[in-house]
């Protein structure tokens, strides 16, 4: 079974910074591109950051600057530092990947289960 399951949401206070984290765990063969989306309280899921397979990143505008999303050396984890963190930037934090798992032919796109990150003094 493959999965993904993030981690290090919590409490910061308005100019603080916290780091996401996401593992994709599983007899995985290979995973292409590995995004992170939020969702605001009554609001959609929007796209946060992407980094692709060779290390290309792209970011929202309304984190440019502030967030930095990577990944490690062998590809399966991905991470999400964000600085300067406003009340904005309250919302459930999804990692998503496309995975292609050993003994199959197509990739998945997967979903973790989400993160709680609230802003607030």
């Known amino acids: 079974q493959v999965q993904l399951v993030e981690s290090g949401g919590g409490l910061v206070q308005p100019g603080g910074s916290l780091r996401l984290s996401c593992v994709a765990s599983?007899?995985?063969?290979?995973?292409?591109?590995m995004r992170w989306y939020r969702q605001p309280p009554g609001k959609q899921r929007e796209l946060v950051a992407t980094?692709?397979?060779?290390?290309?990143?792209n970011y929202a505008d309304s984190v440019k600057g502030r967030f930095t999303i990577s990944r490690d050396n062998r590809k399966t984890t991905v991470y999400l530092q964000m600085n300067s963190l406003s009340p904005e930037d309250t919302a459930v934090y999804y990692c998503?990947?496309?995975?292609?798992?050993?003994?199959?032919?197509?990739?998945?796109?997967?979903w973790g289960q989400g993160t709680l990150v609230t802003v607030s003094s």
């Open positions: 998503n990947a496309e995975v292609l798992p050993r003994y199959t032919a197509s990739y998945l796109e997967l």
């Open positions: 599983g007899n995985i063969l290979s995973i292409k591109a």
């Open positions: 980094v692709t397979n060779s290390g290309d990143t």
